[in-house]
C-alpha cells in the first residue's frame, strides 16, 4: 500500500533537530537575560491589570437603557463611561402599554425623583407615563400604570450568593434592576432631570 505524505507535516533532519535547553544553552547570555527580564515585565504587567473603570469627574448627561442587550449606558460628553447589565420584566419584549404586563417602556423619559427608603434598595424614578403613553392607553382601554423605576435588589435579599442569581435573570415587574453596589454609582453620578433614552 502507498502511502501519501502528509504536505502538512514537516520532520525535521535529526541533525538539525535540539532540545529547548540547547537552544537557550546557545544564546548569548545578554540576550537571554534580557528576554527574561521581558517575560517577568510581561508577566507583571498582566498581573498589574485592574479592571477598576476610570473615574467619572462629572455628572451624567444623558442615561441609556437598551433593553435587547439588557445593558445600561451613562453617557458624559458623548462617550459611554458606564455600562451595567440589567434585568427586566417577566415580558421585557415591546412597549408598556398597560398596569401588570410586567413590560418596561420604550422611548424618551426623564429621571425625575428618587426614593431611598423604596422596597428595593435604592430606586429612581423614570417618567413614565407621558401624554402620549396616556392617551395611546387610553384608546386601547387600559390603565397606563407608572411607577417605573431603576432599582437595586429587594430588600429582603442578604445573601450574596442570591443576590448573583438576581442579576443573571429578568425579575422585576416592568423596572430596570442592577445590582446594589452598581445602584449606589448610579445614585451618585446622575442627578435629578437627567434624560433617559430606552430602546427596544
Not at 535540539?18 to 515585565?41: D, E, V, Y
Amino acid at each position: 500500500m502507498k502511502v501519501t505524505p502528509n504536505p502538512m507535516q514537516h520532520i525535521e533532519p535529526s541533525h538539525h533537530r535540539k532540545t529547548w535547553r540547547s537552544r537557550i544553552a546557545s544564546l548569548p547570555s545578554g540576550l537571554f537575560g534580557a528576554l527574561a527580564l521581558a517575560g517577568l515585565i510581561g508577566l507583571g504587567g498582566c498581573a498589574m491589570q485592574k479592571d477598576t473603570p476610570p473615574p467619572v469627574t462629572g455628572p451624567i448627561d444623558k442615561v441609556v437603557v437598551k433593553k435587547s442587550a439588557r445593558q445600561l449606558e451613562l453617557v458624559m460628553n458623548g462617550k459611554v463611561v458606564r455600562q451595567y447589565r440589567i434585568s427586566l420584566g417577566g415580558s421585557p419584549v415591546g412597549h408598556k402599554y398597560r398596569e401588570g404586563d410586567q413590560r418596561t417602556p420604550v422611548g424618551d423619559y426623564v429621571l425625575n425623583w428618587r426614593n431611598a427608603n423604596s422596597n428595593y434598595y435604592k430606586a429612581i424614578h423614570i417618567s413614565y407615563p407621558n401624554d402620549r403613553d396616556r392617551m395611546v392607553s387610553r384608546q386601547l382601554g387600559y390603565n397606563p400604570g407608572g411607577m417605573i423605576m431603576i432599582h437595586g435588589l429587594p430588600n429582603y435579599v442578604r445573601s450574596e450568593n442570591l443576590r448573583k442569581q438576581y442579576g443573571g435573570r429578568d425579575w422585576t415587574h416592568g423596572c430596570i434592576a442592577v445590582q446594589n453596589h452598581e445602584i449606589d454609582e448610579i445614585w451618585r453620578l446622575v442627578p435629578d432631570g437627567t434624560p433617559i433614552q430606552i430602546l427596544p
